[in-house]
């Protein structure tokens, strides 16, 4: 099911670093234990609120699946991405094991490191070309993995998804802006951007904040975190919620 590797580069920074994504390839099966732990509720009614079915979505950093195979459910068409083979492995896995739906409201699954490797002064056509697609999404969502970006490589991210919307599309990104992992040496890399950092870089791309949660505790129980989801939308959405 997973497509041929999408290449990713930083451009001016450091990108998910090769020891984050080695970390997600060498214990992807127990981090996805982990994540079969959490059952999100509350990002999951945010999304139930903000995704019609039909909606295009474009999943970054999906992980285990977990929330693709979620916005499938309500009647999205998913394109979820990873930079991880082994994280896709097992989202192939989940997805084959909890298999409910009919194929064509099934997730796609490919691999795409961040930030994307694309010509970026050539705009939209260039950004979907990179996904193997010629429609702009409805959606982009991002849980869990903005984390892992160097300031650097978060600009060229943003613009990545900023480019790949539609018009009065949004993204939806959830990070932890409180973090036990940034402790930790399991070699995987963390920033600490706080809410406004993030709204800054999304900013700069014409996605200008929509919505702010309050902060929340959530993540498997031996690494829980301080988490945000921030709703970013397009110029001519902002102030609708």
């Given at each position: 099911m997973t497509k041929a590797p999408l290449k990713g580069k930083a451009s001016g920074g450091a990108a998910v670093t090769d020891t984050t994504l080695a970390t997600y390839d060498a214990r992807a099966?127990?981090?996805a234990a982990r994540y079969d732990e959490v059952v999100p509720a509350r990002l999951q009614a945010l999304l139930r609120a903000?995704?019609?079915?039909?909606?295009?979505?474009?999943?970054?950093?999906?992980?285990?699946?977990?929330d693709a195979r979620f916005l499938a459910s309500i009647g999205a068409k998913v394109l979820a991405t990873d930079g991880s083979a082994g994280m896709l492995?097992?989202?192939?896995?989940?997805?084959?094991?909890?298999?409910?739906?009919?194929?064509?409201?099934?997730?796609?699954?490919?691999?795409?490191?961040?930030p994307p490797?694309?010509?970026?002064?050539?705009?939209?056509?260039?950004?979907?070309?990179?996904?193997?697609?010629?429609?702009?999404?409805?959606?982009?969502?991002?849980?869990?993995?903005?984390?892992?970006?160097?300031?650097?490589a978060l600009r060229p991210t943003a613009a990545f998804a900023a480019a790949v919307l539609k018009h009065n599309g949004i993204l939806i990104a959830s990070v932890p802006t409180k973090h036990p992992g940034a402790k930790t040496s399991d070699g995987r890399w963390y920033s600490d951007l706080p809410v406004g950092g993030y709204e800054e870089v999304f900013g700069a791309v014409s996605l200008r904040t929509a919505y702010v949660s309050e902060p929340e505790l959530e993540g498997p129980k031996e690494t829980?975190?301080?988490?945000?989801t921030v709703v970013f939308a397009k110029d001519s959405l902002v102030g609708r919620h």
């Open positions: 099966s127990r981090y903000r995704i019609t079915p039909g909606d295009h979505v474009l999943e970054l950093g999906c992980g285990t699946g977990r492995r097992e989202a192939e896995i989940r997805e084959i094991r909890e298999r409910t739906s009919e194929p064509e409201r099934r997730p796609t699954y490919r691999q795409l490191a961040l490797e694309w010509e970026e002064d050539r705009g939209r056509a260039a950004a979907l070309a990179v996904l193997g697609v010629t429609e702009p999404f409805d959606a982009v969502v991002a849980v869990g993995v903005l984390q892992h970006l160097s300031w650097e829980p975190a301080e988490w945000r």
